[in-house]
Nanobody, 116 residues
Framework: QVQLVESGGGLVQAGGSLRLSCAAA????????MGWYRQAPGKQRELVAT???????NYADSVKGRFTVSRDNAKNMVHLQMNTLKPEDTGVYYC??????????WGQGTQVTVSS
């Protein structure tokens, strides 16, 4: 059974930092592209950052230079370091795994709220 469990969300003031983590189970983690997406109230879910097995990253323009995605293949975990947070970063952040077999999995999400 595939499980993606996010942690690390919370309430932070603008300019602050948070680190999100996602623990994965039931997938071949080292061969999967791991990603973070977010959904703000009333908006569609959008890509924040992805990290493929080869180490290539992809970031939304709105977070470039502020967010960093990383992975620990030994622990089957992916992290999202978020610095200089802005109120517009508020939303539910979801962990995603795209496996080499073409399957797509999502975590339950963790709330991030940035106050102004």
């Amino acid at each position: 059974q595939v499980q993606l469990v996010e942690s690390g969300g919370g309430l932070v003031q603008a300019g602050g930092s948070l680190r999100l983590s996602c623990a994965a189970a039931g997938i071949v983690f080292s061969s999967s592209t791991m990603g973070w997406y977010r959904q703000a109230p009333g908006k569609q879910r959008e890509l924040v950052a992805t990290l493929n097995p080869g180490g290539r990253t992809n970031y939304a323009d709105s977070v470039k230079g502020r967010f960093t995605v990383s992975r620990d293949n030994a622990k089957n975990m992916v992290h999202l370091q978020m610095n200089t947070l802005k109120p517009e970063d508020t939303g539910v952040y979801y962990c995603n795994a795209a496996t080499f077999l073409g399957a797509d999995y999502w975590g339950q999400g963790t709330q991030v709220t940035v106050s102004s």
